[in-house]
């Protein structure tokens, strides 16, 4: 009998279904200071800022990147969009990153918050809704609802 319990204790696990977070997906805005010079920025460059394989701008800054929480629906969208993964299935490899010196980007808990660090903090780098994007800081980069990215502010429509 606690054979059978384990096994279907072991065997539900592995069918969780994966968070539901489709019905809340929209644009989402990476941002950096007015001050930074980077006017866009590639996916593969964004990825490895928040990977922390990139630490520091061309122009020599240092970079901060800041995360949402795990459970944020714009932090799942951005994990799963630019880094392929859920957050949860990230701490094995910050684990093993933190006995190197290697910590994962700071969590702010608002996009409010997000945009201030941002605004106050050189060389740091978020992602907010592109619709509460303002001009205290500028977007370099927007992720699209279906996991494609653009440059292109046109991608955005607000009510």
């Not at 069918?15 to 920025?41: Q, W, Y």
């Not at 630490?55 to 630019?82: C, E, K, M, V």
């Amino acid at each position: 009998m606690r054979l059978l319990i384990a096994i279907l204790l072991a065997t539900s696990s592995l069918c969780l279904p994966m968070p539901s977070f489709a019905a809340d997906k929209t644009v989402i805005a990476v941002i950096v200071a007015n001050d930074n010079p980077n006017k866009s920025m590639a996916v593969g460059e964004l990825k490895l800022i928040y990977w922390r394989k990139k630490t520091y701008w061309a122009h020599g800054q240092r970079i901060h990147p800041i995360n949402l929480p795990p459970d944020n629906p714009l932090r799942l969208q951005f994990s799963t969009s630019i880094l392929g993964s859920l957050p949860n299935t990230q701490s094995d490899y910050w684990n093993g990153l933190y006995f190197h010196g290697v910590s994962p980007p700071h969590v702010l808990y608002s996009e409010e918050a997000a945009i201030r660090y941002v605004q106050e903090t050189a060389g740091s780098i978020a992602y907010v809704d592109a619709c509460k994007l303002d001009n205290r800081v500028k977007a370099v980069l927007w992720v699209l609802p279906n996991g494609e990215t653009s440059t292109d502010a046109t991608a955005v429509k607000c009510n």
